[in-house]
Structure formats: structure tokens, C-alpha cells
């Protein structure tokens, strides 16, 4: 009774923390299961089955015929939005936040409309537009889409760190002499830089990852996203499963960089 008394209590005591780990678990076991069947090695056409352990895909990853291609223009729409949206995101939130002007509220309100709008809503109103704009659907017409729908993503990234900036910083950088450019790269830049790489963060991984929006406006355009649909339908090449991997490996390396260059700031700043 006694086991059972002392169980409760540390059970009772954790219970947030169980219910955490238990939560992440349950978010990291499809990138488990991804990871595991990179290693398979498959006897018909789809990687469904565990058959036998294999490295064969790891040392080919693009023995897949166009594969590595589009992964190669996921990559750049990726890139190139993520700029595109972080720049125009970044102004867009210190004008919302720093200055007052007609409509203000309005646009406040705007600025979320696509990310609560259906990814389906948004993909024929552009594809409407691109077509009566008599745009040739491709490679710009993605790139334009993908910075449309991230823009407010990071807007409201940055939005939320530089409501938090003291602007008493600012003006002490002013009253040490400091111009106004100045100020901004050694003051207000260095504060809102988490809350920017956040935004851009989070455009990059929503455009690599984007399907709906991408199928709608893409033509003949294939980004690695419609590339896996694509194999799904005839088959799914191990390769697949090696390129999420390897995607989820970088993404969790740069978060626990990120991290641990925090941990040594903060350790430098004592």
C-alpha cells in the first residue's frame, strides 16, 4: 500500500511534466517511424513494410529520378520567400507597432486573415488573380504566393518581441550620440533579432513544407512536395524517407545550436 501511496504522490507531483513528455513523444513518433524505414529496404514499389535493414538509399539519395531537383527548387522558393516575407514582415511589424496612422486597427486585422483563412480559400484567390493578371504560372508565381501567405506568420513574430522592447534603450543609445542608423544595428536590431529569426524560422519551414497553395499555382513547376504526392500515387522510393530525415536531423541541429549560443550569451552577460 505503501508502494502504491509513494507511486501517487510522484505521479501526482510530475503529472505536468509526464503529460509533456508524453505530448512530444506523440508529436516525434511519425519522424520516428520516418526515420526507421529510411533504413528499409523494400521489395515491391512502396516502403509501407519492414523488410531488411539497408543503407543503400543514404548512399544514393537522389538515385530517384528528378527528385533531388525538385528538392533543389523547394529549397530556393524556400529561401527566397523566407527573405522576401522576413524583410517586408519585419518593416510591416515595426510601423503596426511604433507608429499610428488611419486604419491602423484594420490592418492589425488584415494581417491574420491568412492564417486563419482555408490554405484552399487562399490558393484559387490567387490563382484567380494570376490568371486574370495573365501571369504564366511557374517558379514566380510560387514565389510570390508562398511570400503573400508567410508575411503574416512573421509579422506577427516580430510583432510580439517588439511590443516587449523597452524603447528607453533607444534612447539612451540617442542621448550617448548614437544616429538613428546606428541605434537601429546596435540597439533595436540586436533585441528584435530572436523575435526575426523566429519569423523567419517559421516562413522557411511553412514554405518548404506547403502543398495546397504550391499545387494550385505552380503549372508545371514540381517542388518536393508535389513531388511526394506525386510518388505516393505510383510509389514511395526510400530516398523520400532519407530526405525528411535528414530535413528533421538539420532542423533539431540548428534549434539546439541556437540553444546552447543562448545558454553561452546569457553566461557571458552575468
Request: proline share 4%.
Amino acid at each position: 500500500m505503501a508502494v502504491f501511496s509513494t507511486l501517487f504522490r510522484l505521479l501526482r507531483k510530475n503529472l505536468v511534466v509526464l503529460a509533456g513528455l508524453g505530448t512530444l513523444g506523440y508529436l516525434l513518433l511519425p519522424n520516428v517511424v520516418v526515420t526507421v524505414f529510411s533504413f528499409n529496404k523494400p521489395k515491391g514499389r512502396f516502403n509501407y513494410s519492414w523488410q531488411e535493414f539497408s543503407t543503400d538509399a543514404w548512399k544514393d539519395p537522389c538515385g530517384v529520378a528528378d527528385m533531388c531537383g525538385s528538392l533543389s527548387l523547394s529549397l530556393r522558393i524556400a529561401f527566397w520567400a523566407t527573405l522576401g516575407a522576413t524583410v517586408l514582415g519585419t518593416m510591416i511589424a515595426f510601423a503596426l507597432v511604433r507608429y499610428r496612422f488611419r486604419a491602423r486597427g484594420a490592418v492589425n486585422s488584415l494581417i491574420f486573415l491568412p492564417m486563419a483563412m482555408p490554405e484552399v480559400v487562399m490558393a484559387a484567390s490567387l490563382l484567380t488573380l494570376f490568371l486574370n493578371m495573365g501571369a504564366q504560372l511557374g517558379f514566380w508565381t510560387v514565389l510570390i504566393a508562398h511570400i503573400m501567405f508567410c508575411l503574416s506568420f512573421v509579422v506577427t513574430a516580430v510583432k510580439a518581441r517588439v511590443m516587449s522592447m523597452d524603447p528607453r534603450l533607444e534612447q539612451a543609445a540617442q542621448d550617448l550620440y548614437a544616429g538613428p542608423v546606428q541605434t537601429f544595428l546596435r540597439v533595436t536590431l540586436p533585441i528584435a533579432a530572436p523575435g526575426i529569426a523566429a519569423g523567419a524560422l517559421l516562413a522557411f519551414a511553412l514554405s518548404f513544407d506547403d502543398f495546397i497553395i504550391t499545387n494550385f499555382n505552380a503549372g508545371s513547376t514540381v517542388t518536393f512536395p508535389m513531388f511526394v504526392w506525386g510518388s505516393a500515387q505510383r510509389g514511395t522510393p526510400v530516398q523520400i524517407n532519407v530526405i525528411g530525415t535528414a530535413m528533421f536531423l538539420i532542423a533539431v541541429l540548428l534549434v539546439v545550436t541556437g540553444m546552447l549560443a543562448g545558454k553561452r550569451r546569457a553566461k557571458k552577460s552575468l
